[in-house]
């Protein structure tokens, strides 16, 4: 079974900014898409934004221009580079991830998600 693990969550001022990433390992054949959420306290989780294999990027409005997702496809981890936060962007962001895993029946596609990541925007 694959697992994602994330980091780099943390307690910022508005303004500044942070550097999340998430490692995959496991049996991996390959990661298709990967995404970025987040989840406020009383609200639903939400795409932050998500990214194909080959590098296409999509973002929520909320974040466009602020945001920024990477991945690095030979160390099977992905980034999300956060700047000029505010205190609405005070969430736990998870890490999600659809890949194509080895097993002892063969091959087949899982949906991951990572444990989370505490964000805390305030003065």
């Not at 205190?87 to 991830?97: I, K, L």
């Not at 080895?102 to 003065?123: E, H, K, N």
Request: with cysteine.
């Amino acid at each position: 079974q694959v697992q994602l693990v994330e980091s780099g969550g943390g307690l910022v001022q508005p303004g500044g900014s942070l550097r999340l990433s998430c490692a995959a390992s496991g049996s991996i054949f390959k990661i298709n898409t990967m995404g970025w959420y987040r989840q406020a306290p009383g609200k639903q989780r939400e795409l932050v934004a998500h990214i194909s294999s080959s590098g296409s990027t999509n973002y929520a409005d909320s974040v466009n221009g602020r945001f920024t997702i990477s991945r690095d496809n030979a160390k099977n981890t992905m980034y999300l580079q956060i700047n000029s936060l505010k205190p609405e962007d005070t969430a736990v962001y998870y890490c999600n991830a659809n890949v194509r895993e080895l097993s002892r029946t063969g091959i087949a596609d899982y949906d991951r998600w990572g444990q989370g990541t505490q964000v805390t925007v305030s003065s």
